[in-house]
């Protein structure tokens, strides 16, 4: 995990580096550091905390310079306080490094230095990257580096300065690094959004890259010294887009954001004259005989979806894998598998870990991601991007709708092309699809806001929740319970509604709210007897009921009331309300919605 900036140019670097750290936050907040080339000698702030802290501390102790590098981390070796904090000096503190990633014989590594006279003061594995470029350096930082990084395994976004050179190298394995190419000024970050503000020319480095970096050019090369050549993309992302637009929070506005992400999901790829979907893939519908869908978090839950909707419109076979165990469980792969990899960053080391396994086996490959650029996409032979734009919050909102959503088109477009939806149900889908945006903005209206926050606040001090749903919206009840728990630290469990008699009905009692997601469904008579089960036993029902419904709300003591869709398409609408819930209740408890505890946005670490 972990938010890394570097700067080079006429500029003081402090406010390039804090502007810049401000956008990486949701990367990890435990701790956060900048140093700053003062002229011939590296000066290092960093603290425990928030980057606010470090910025309160800038405020009262400036740094000159127009050259420096920033992190802000989250813990993997070591406890998030000063000492660990990035960035790491060597004992004469004319190198400077930060690194996001984990080097995995850093141990053997650190125990050889030390035995050759070097003093760790931190208990990161990062350190160990300082010495070991100290050692290597005779005159020639480039050169040090390399020759580092081949003696390292594991993941790195890396930054490196010296002293003595008016020069930046960084490079990275695993770990997302992107340039941003300035007029005489040059950038890196882990990720877009840092470097909006100031250029929109970015390179992404690939792995194994390493860069050095002066005022007005930049040089790319392999490990092994080899010129390499990367594309510069135009970024035409709003910078407005990646900032919080008007409302309190990433996630709100991002909550808010659907019709839009949706919209471009969505209707660009339905083609009205004929009915059909195109997406823009090169993969032969005909060319597999099973899928394979791996992801993780909310990623996977949409991958719950797609198995449900693949299966019942393109008649294939699909198992849905947590990538963190794919990896491990030797799984039946062959070439004719497909594997889908979902995935907002892109960057999630076990999908991305997973994926390469799928690909060791023969398996064709397929992205559902959002970020561009991102490592996934350039490993897989095909990406449906998802086009839900910057996902800033860490619990995930717009790129789940949307996700299910190109889950949705990827269905129809292998249901069509394959023969096993007729027309006429296909185009009740594309229909249904089409209205999405607009239903989600009408969940999103006024008077339903409110109602959900006023139920959300009347539970929000329960101890714990349960979520229930059946078949296409079983997924939507474990994502609801998944946003709970994640900014609300409020235990939540969810089920498929039909198992909730073998066990879990033991936990019912008065104090107990139970979601139930009863929208329109053709087994909405089950579900409603599962809700008289719990109402039997004291539990208090929250029912998500489609409007206009007149059965299940009767048995339940607050009603939810969502646009009415077809079922296939409806876990988008009913996401979006339980997204609500979760959202206000944490409101309500005064969690920080945007910076949950523990959690980071993008999981780059095993
Ligand atoms: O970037 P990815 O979609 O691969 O991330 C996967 C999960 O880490 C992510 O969905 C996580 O569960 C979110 N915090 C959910 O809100």
């Known amino acids: 995990m972990c938010g890394i900036v570097g700067y080079i140019g006429p500029r003081q670097a402090v406010g390039v580096l804090l502007d810049g750290l401000s956008k990486l936050e949701y990367r990890g907040y435990d701790s956060a550091g900048i140093a700053v080339n003062t002229g011939g000698a590296i000066e290092v702030r960093k603290n425990a905390g928030m980057l606010k802290v470090l910025k309160g501390e800038l405020e009262t102790q400036a740094l000159n310079g127009t050259l420096g590098i920033g992190h802000t981390r989250w813990a993997t070796h070591g406890k998030p306080n000063d000492v660990n904090a990035h960035p790491h000096a060597t004992e004469d503190g004319q190198i400077v490094i930060i690194h996001n990633g984990i080097i995995e014989n850093y141990l053997a590594l650190k125990e050889s230095l030390q035995a050759r006279g070097h003093k760790f003061l931190s208990e990161t594995d990062s350190e160990v990257l300082a010495h070991l470029i100290e050692e ?88 092994e010294g080899n010129a390499l050549t990367r594309e510069v993309t135009h970024i035409d992302w709003d910078a407005e887009a990646a900032e919080k637009g008007g409302f309190e929070t990433f996630m709100l506005k991002e909550i808010y954001e659907q019709p839009q992400a949706l919209t471009n999901t969505l209707l660009g790829r339905l083609v009205d004259e004929t009915g059909e979907v195109e997406l823009e893939l090169n993969l032969d519908p005909g060319s597999f005989k099973r899928i394979s869908i791996i992801a993780c978090g909310t990623a996977f839950y949409a991958g719950l979806v797609g198995e449900y909707l693949i299966e019942q419109l393109a008649r294939i076979p699909v198992e849905v894998d947590v990538a963190s165990e794919y990896r491990y469980r030797q799984p039946l792969v062959s070439p004719d598998t497909l594997a889908i990899v979902i995935s907002q960053s892109g960057e999630t080391i076990d999908t991305l870990e997973a994926l390469r396994e799928a690909k060791k086996y023969g398996a064709k490959t397929l992205g559902v991601i959002n970020a561009k650029g991102s490592s996934m996409t350039r490993e897989v032979d095909d990406t449906l991007y998802i086009h839900a734009g910057p996902e800033i919050g860490v619990a995930s909102t717009k790129a789940y709708t949307s996700m299910v959503g190109a889950m949705l088109m990827l269905a129809l477009w292998l249901g069509r092309a394959r023969g096993t939806l007729d027309a006429a149900r296909g185009t009740a889908l594309l229909k249904a699809a089409r209205e999405l945006p607009r239903l989600v903005e009408e969940s999103l209206s006024e008077a339903r806001v409110a109602q959900i926050k006023a139920v959300a606040e009347k539970y929000a001090h329960s101890r714990d929740y349960l979520f229930l749903g059946r078949g296409v919206n079983s997924p939507t009840a474990f994502e609801g319970a998944l946003k709970l728990k994640e900014i609300s630290y409020i235990h939540a469990e969810a089920y498929a509604a039909g198992e909730m008699k073998h066990g879990p009905i033991a936990l019912i009692d008065e104090t107990l709210p139970v979601v139930v997601v009863a929208t329109d469904s053709e087994l909405l008579e089950k579900t409603i007897s599962n809700i008289q089960e719990v109402r039997a036993r004291g539990g208090k029902v929250i029912a998500i009921v489609s409007d206009g419904d007149t059965d299940a709300s009767r048995h339940a003591d607050d009603v939810i009331r969502v646009p009415r869709t077809l079922e296939l398409v409806s876990p988008i609408v009913n996401a979006v309300a339980l997204q609500l819930l979760a959202y206000f209740t944490a409101e309500a408890l005064g969690r920080d919605v945007d910076k949950p505890r523990n959690l980071a946005k993008s999981v780059t670490v095993e």
């Not at 290597?136 to 790195?156: C, H, K, M, N, P």
């Open 136 to 223: 290597a350096y005779s005159g020639d930082l480039e050169a040090a580096v390399r020759t580092t990084l081949r003696q390292v395994r594991g993941a790195y976004g890396i930054v490196v300065t010296h002293a003595a050179h008016r020069e930046i190298v960084a490079a990275r394995t695993v770990s997302p690094l992107v340039m941003g190419v300035g007029v005489g000024e040059m950038f890196l970050a882990s990720d877009v959004p840092a470097l909006l503000p100031y250029t929109r020319e970015m390179v992404f480095l690939h792995d194994g890259d390493l860069v050095v970096l002066h005022e007005g050019d930049y040089f790319i090369s392999d490990l």
